[in-house]
């Protein structure tokens, strides 16, 4: 995997490039602005980029322009966005139509450095991973039960039914037996041709979903079942 990093701090940017590398993965370009990770970019055709929501000259949203760009010139590619802050608004605009191979991590919640290389590579194998903390924002007032929120929250971290099971330790029938009530609540019926778990990533950011009960935001999802 080539993998290309926009991070102003320099630390960090070597940091992340010494971790990937160290995981197998060719890291091909290193910058600090948004306008360096367009032009390595299109340099080099990296199949991944992570990316710094805010970077120089304003530290608002230039990593996001940047990503948003990328993502509607060059589809295939997938896209890492790293935040200080939860800015859901940021990730709804950025997963927009597409959540596959997309993954908006806090920077201060990566705790794990074999986890974040795990989401790396599944946000570059075509799944999406989004900070717990970013769907927590909406989830509150949903419709959901306590417990829906919590599967659907690690739901939006890119597990699996079967890690999901483990890790509320329940069995994997109850998680399938609560992510069928989310769908049925946030209106997506059974549907053979399509992936509920992605479209239902879709719904949450897009803030679009049937159900009067669905808030303005999101989950995420890979598309593995």
């Known amino acids: 995997m080539r993998v290309a990093i926009a991070e102003d701090l320099v630390l960090l940017r070597q940091s992340i490039a010494r971790l990937l590398t160290q995981n197998g993965m060719e890291v091909v370009a290193e910058t600090g602005d948004a306008a360096g990770l367009i ?50 608004a940021l990730a709804m605009r950025l997963a927009a139509d597409r959540p596959a191979r997309f993954g908006y991590l806090l920077k201060d919640r990566v705790l794990d450095l074999d986890d974040f290389v795990a989401v790396v590579r599944r946000v570059a194998a075509g799944g999406t991973a989004v900070d717990r903390q970013v769907i927590d924002h909406y989830l509150v007032g949903s419709g959901l039960s306590p417990r829906e929120r919590e599967v659907l929250g690690l739901l939006a971290q890119g ?33 053979a041709d399509h992936n509920r778990r992605v479209r239902a990533a879709l719904l949450w950011l897009r803030g679009t979903g049937a159900s009067t009960d669905v808030p303005p935001g999101g989950g995420n999802l890979p598309s593995q079942a």
Request: proline share 7%; glycine share 2%.
């Open 39 to 88: 032009d390595a970019v299109v340099a080099h055709r990296p199949d991944l980029v992570i990316a710094d929501v805010r970077m120089p000259p304003t530290f608002t949203d230039e990593g996001a322009k940047a990503a948003l760009l990328l993502r509607d010139r060059f589809p295939a590619i997938a896209v890492v966005m790293l935040s200080h802050i939860v800015e859901p």
């Open 159 to 191: 597990l699996s039914n079967l890690a999901i099971a483990r890790s509320l330790v329940v069995s994997e029938r109850t998680v399938d037996s609560h992510l069928a009530s989310i769908f049925v609540k946030i209106g997506l019926p059974q549907d």
